[in-house]
């Protein structure tokens, strides 16, 4: 069994918050979550809003123009 692992709402950001972090645009970031190179957390009822893990976003900081 796996360890259950505790996310504060700190460790979560919306889609804005992702492109604010990153320095991107929206479209940027849906083009990398097709392309598989982040992953969305969860998706709210009827996928309207998503969320990501700050760690992922993280990961995303001075990426801009080396992902593509």
Do not use: N
Not at 16 to 23: D, H, I, K, P, R
Not at 46 to 58: H, K, S
């Amino acid at each position: 069994m796996s360890p259950k692992i505790t996310i504060s709402p700190d460790d979560v950001l919306s889609t804005a918050e992702v492109c604010e972090l990153a320095g991107i645009t929206r479209q940027t970031l849906y083009s990398w979550i097709e392309q598989g190179k982040i992953k969305p957390w969860k998706k709210t009822r009827g996928g309207a809003t998503w969320l990501f893990l700050r760690r992922d976003a993280e990961k995303l900081k001075g990426k801009k123009y080396q992902l593509s």
